[in-house]
């Protein structure tokens, strides 16, 4: 039987040190290639195991966790016991996840592949089939790469949706619930009053406003004409100053609501002491979110436990 041991361990070695880099960027630890290749080597020498006088006890469930240990450790270093720990259940769970994909790739396709055909895999049994190993070589980027980009989706929504609430907006007497999303880049602050200002769209909002506010929020410029606005709303409005990348200081109106009211889950929070800034556009592609909340709302709001 002739086996080709050098490809078989190169392999090995390329896809030990592929598993562990995309363990490395799914937990954002520093990578560093030549530790990530070093930790591969270390995994790829397990391929010589059936060659050795000792292979029953290289090839033991427990001496291939000592092995993966050693990988991660040597990959990403040692900084406490946890850290070891989630390095090696989420390296776990790559390779499952990707040797899993690869399984079921291949038989999705049907995949055929004679191995004994081969110039350079003649009759490698036990390595390569029933998938051969030149379908692994060729199915593996391509499965490496779409997972990446599905746990890097899936990390964006979670921490997306974990911090979309619902919000009760209360304006001239008349209240509408909102989706927002609470983003700890909103820093803008109203520079007189140093309230926190909420930026909302009116899409959903505009049916709660007059024609002549509804055009202010178009153009800020149109509160300066004298007696634009009716006389109930003079006293609501605000002109708060903000920054955009690349143009000079703009100018946006907001409102004082008359109570905005918080929903993170359980939990209420009630306030007044802040600012609503409408905008004539989509805050979110995919309507996920009609206003973007400022962080420190929640911090000096009056909350209280909901039944």
Known sequence: MTVYLDIIWLLNFLFDSLLLYLTGLILKRKITKLRIFIGGFIGSLIVFAPFTAIATLLSSPFIKVCISILMVWVAFGFKRLRFIITNLLSFYLVTF???????????????????????????????GDPISWLFVALAFPLVLYFSRRTIDSWETRKIQYDQLIDVDITINNQTIRLKGLIDSGNQLYDPLTKKPVVIVSLEKTANIFPEEVLAVFQDVNKIWKEDYLP??????????????????????????????????GDEAYHTNRLLLAFVNQKLSSEDSFDCIIHPKILQQSDHEQVS
Do not use: C
């Open 231 to 264: 006389m109930e709303w003079v006293h609501k409005i605000s002109i708060i100053p903000y920054r955009v990348v690349g143009k000079e200081n703009q100018l946006m109106a907001a409102v004082k609501p008359e109570e905005v009211v918080i929903h993170d």
């Open 97 to 127: 996840t990707t040797g899993g994909a690869l399984i079921g790739l291949h038989y999705l396709l049907s995949f055929r592949f004679d191995v004994s055909n081969t110039f350079m895999l003649a009759q490698v049994r036990g390595f």
